[in-house]
């Protein structure tokens, strides 16, 4: 099965601040990574798919990058409702799995 | 309006079976994958199942392979759950989810929560 590794697993940033939170697969799954936002409560929801695509709807403010092992999720300025679990899926193969998630505070 | 709506869950003995549902609506459900993801309280979500638009490839992550089994009927735009052999550690909120453009999840339902406990 593939593993993903998210870093860091806790985030505190102010509002304005870049942020990147990385995952990596233990094996290349090409760009079959996506990445979902969890506020407390909810259901997740789909920021970005084949690694890099925006969801409709997303702010542009979310990006994701990478290919291989090794993907990045950045903010480019924070907001306040941007608090946040943010996990990684890879879509690569059965079992999907996700990253076991970062959390992202806002100072 | 484009909708994923979980039923089924509830307080359930070790052991024992439940099946859970999910309804869907404003989408062509024939067309496109679907999944069940869980998340036990306080923890991070887990891919448990999968099955393609036509019901030709089913997948189940390790810990609930041959308990679990995924079903659906087109006809009625539903998804199944069964679920046997019940342990604690299946004690979840248990989400219905739509497989969209490269099979990331884009529709997801509001859950439906099993607790294993006797």
């Known amino acids: 099965d593939i593993q993903l590794t998210q870093s860091p697993s806790f985030l505190s940033a102010s509002v304005g601040d870049r942020v990147t939170i990385t995952c990596r697969a233990s094996q290349g799954i090409s760009s079959y990574l996506a990445w979902y936002q969890q506020k407390p409560g909810k259901a997740p929801k789909l920021l970005i798919y084949a690694a890099s695509t925006l969801q409709s709807g997303v702010p542009s403010r979310f990006s994701g990058s990478g290919s291989g092992t090794e993907f990045t999720l950045t903010i480019s300025s924070l907001q306040p409702e941007d608090s946040a679990t943010f996990y990684c899926?890879?879509?690569?193969?059965?079992?999907?799995?996700f990253g076991q998630g970062t959390k992202l505070e806002i100072k | 309006e484009v909708q994923l709506v979980e039923s089924g869950g509830g307080l359930v003995q070790p052991g024992r079976s439940l099946r859970l549902s999910c309804a869907a609506s404003g989408f062509m459900f024939h067309d496109y994958a679907m999944h069940w993801v869980r998340q036990a309280p306080g923890k991070g979500l887990e891919w448990v199942s999968g099955?393609?638009?036509?019901?030709?490839?089913?997948g189940y992550a390790d810990s609930v392979k041959g308990r679990f089994t995924i079903s659906r009927d087109n006809a009625k735009n539903s998804l199944y759950l069964q679920m046997t052999s019940l342990r604690a550690e299946d004690t979840a909120l248990y989400y219905c989810a739509k497989g969209g453009l490269a099979d990331a999840f884009d529709i997801w339902g509001l859950g439906t929560m099993v607790t294993v406990s006797s």
């Open positions: 899926q890879q879509l690569n193969s059965y079992p999907y799995t």
């Open positions: 099955i393609t638009w036509k019901s030709g490839i089913t």
